[in-house]
């Protein structure tokens, strides 16, 4: 089955700063990569995704990357504010008859003042 | 407004009594599915359900079990816990042959086995 790896697994930055987190997955039918956001005590929420047919989307201050070449993508977050400290995750989906994402390990994001 | 609902919130039992956590969605979607959430080990899914009297394994099904008696509702039942089973569970449903869009979670609920 599908297997999707999730680095780093905690990342600190200064607000104001860059911050990506990077995924590998490993079946090449996989053809939907959402990215998640889960802020403490609440359950994941989706805040971008990409289809295999694109390269690259972004919305404000967030944006994914996929290279289906070396099957991994990114996600990258510019000009963090404090309100970005939470848990991401990735996640991969082939689609077709079946719904199910199947999850990376998770990234703790801290945005530092 | 459109939301998935989980019960209880918190949960903390003993081993071997057995308990119901319950999962209710308000937007008409056939698919929900029930995932586990532990530190380094991300989300895996427990068991989902494609309709009504459809149910299947997903990744880690042992020592639980579902049911989806009505299209709103998909309770996860462990007969027997475990303190393996000591974990952060999230319902989660969606609209059929998304392949994964429009995901929607509940809030969670945190069980633990003593």
């Known amino acids: 089955g599908e297997n999707v790896e999730q680095h780093p697994s905690t990342l600190s930055v200064q607000e104001g700063d860059s911050a990506v987190i990077k995924c590998t997955y490993s079946?090449?039918?996989?053809?939907?990569f959402p990215w998640y956001k889960q802020e403490l005590g609440k359950g994941p929420q989706l805040i971008i995704d990409?289809?295999?047919?694109?390269g690259e989307k972004k919305d404000q201050r967030i944006a994914v990357t996929l290279n289906k070449t070396a099957k991994h993508f990114s996600l990258h977050i510019t000009e963090t504010q404090p309100e970005d400290s939470a848990v991401y995750f990735c996640?991969?989906?082939?689609?077709?008859?079946?719904?199910?994402?199947?999850f990376g390990t998770g990234t703790q994001l801290k945005v530092e003042l | 407004e459109a939301q998935v609902t989980q019960n209880p919130r918190y949960l903390i039992t003993v081993t071997g009594k057995k308990l119901t956590v319950t999962c209710s969605q308000n937007m008409n979607h056939e698919y929900m599915s029930w995932y586990r959430q532990d530190p380094g080990l991300g989300l895996r899914q427990i068991y989902y359900?494609?309709?009504?009297?459809?149910?299947d394994k997903g990744d880690v099904p042992e020592g639980y079990k579902v049911s989806r008696k009505e299209k709103r509702n998909f309770p996860l039942i462990l007969e027997s816990p475990s303190p393996n089973q000591t974990s952060l569970y999230f319902c989660a449903s969606s609209p059929p042959d998304r392949g994964g869009y429009g995901y929607t979670f509940g809030s969670g609920t945190r069980l633990t086995v003593v």
């Open positions: 079946d090449s039918a996989s053809n939907y």
């Open positions: 990409i289809r295999s047919n694109v």
């Open positions: 996640a991969a989906s082939k689609g077709g008859g079946g719904n199910k994402l199947t």
């Open positions: 359900s494609m309709n009504v009297e459809v149910t």
